[in-house]
């Protein structure tokens, strides 16, 4: 196991999430996912995952609670060695109107989207150090750029992240470990399920909504190819931020 490269995705068992562990794992990485509450979808994913080759474990925790990802970031370590590639994937939304926002709407929300970002990093961060490799790829979002009606608290996390990414990226560059951020746009998964695709469609420069797979080719592309670059922020929008 040692000489395969080990990743592990946030929020995995579904989505965006999903769709990244399946990408690395076609890619020959042995692939560890984190995943809120939904067992059955979690064991589904990791049989699938395993029925490409790798090998795989779910870890059911809580990404907001800090005590919860140095637990499983230790669990991880035990279980498989090492960790090359971060994918910090899990989120959530708290949609609403500034003007009637409640404050744990806008907790959950941070603490989901941005704090846990920190809490999963910072678990894996020195093992990173210690074995003088590592890539962490923080989802972010087109909202984190230009900001969304009734979206202040996802937009302020996907932002955070962004911030987040460029300075760790100049921290950690000299010990060869890369950090970057992805802004999806309108991807369709279960987040965007009930709004007017068709409407949002004609906004969008390429006429379509995303898939799960072009961000996770996206993720695979930091991973695996782009090793000269950090600190970056790539738009996978279909042209709707330019």
């Known amino acids: 196991m040692a000489d395969t490269k080990v990743v592990l995705v946030t929020g995995a068992s579904r989505g965006i999430g999903k769709a990244c562990a399946i990408e690395l794992a076609k890619a020959g990485y042995n692939v560890a996912i984190s995943y809120a509450g939904n067992d059955e979808a979690a064991n589904k994913t990791v049989e699938e995952l395993k029925a490409l080759g790798a090998i795989s474990k779910a870890y059911k925790f809580n990404v907001a609670d800090n005590e919860a990802c140095q637990k499983a970031a230790e ?25 009637r926002m409640n404050s744990e709407n806008w907790e959950a929300v941070i603490n989901t989207n ?8 910072n678990a894996l961060i020195k093992s990173m150090v210690k ?3 590592g890539c962490i ?4 979002s ?14 302020a996390a996907k932002a ?9 990226a100049k921290e950690l560059g000299s010990r060869n470990i890369r950090v ?3 802004a999806p746009g309108f991807i369709q998964t279960d987040m965007t399920k009930d709004l007017d695709t068709e409407k949002i ?3 969008i420069p390429l006429k379509r909504l995303g898939q799960p797979e072009d961000i996770a080719k996206t993720v695979k592309f930091l991973a695996e190819d782009a090793l000269y670059i950090t600190g970056q922020v790539i738009g996978v929008d279909g042209g709707l931020v330019v």
């Open 114 to 121: 941005l704090n846990s970002v920190f809490y999963m990093t």
């Open 131 to 133: 074995q003088r490799y």
């Open 201 to 203: 469609a004609e906004h």
């Open 180 to 182: 970057n951020a992805i």
């Open 75 to 99: 669990e991880v370590l035990a279980d498989f060695g090492h960790v090359d590639v971060l994918v910090n994937n899990a989120g959530i939304t708290r949609d609403g109107l500034f003007m």
């Open 137 to 140: 790829i923080n989802m972010s």
């Open 142 to 155: 087109i909202v984190g750029i230009m900001g969304n009606a009734g979206q202040a608290n996802y937009s």
């Open 160 to 168: 955070g992240l962004i911030g987040f990414t460029k300075s760790l």
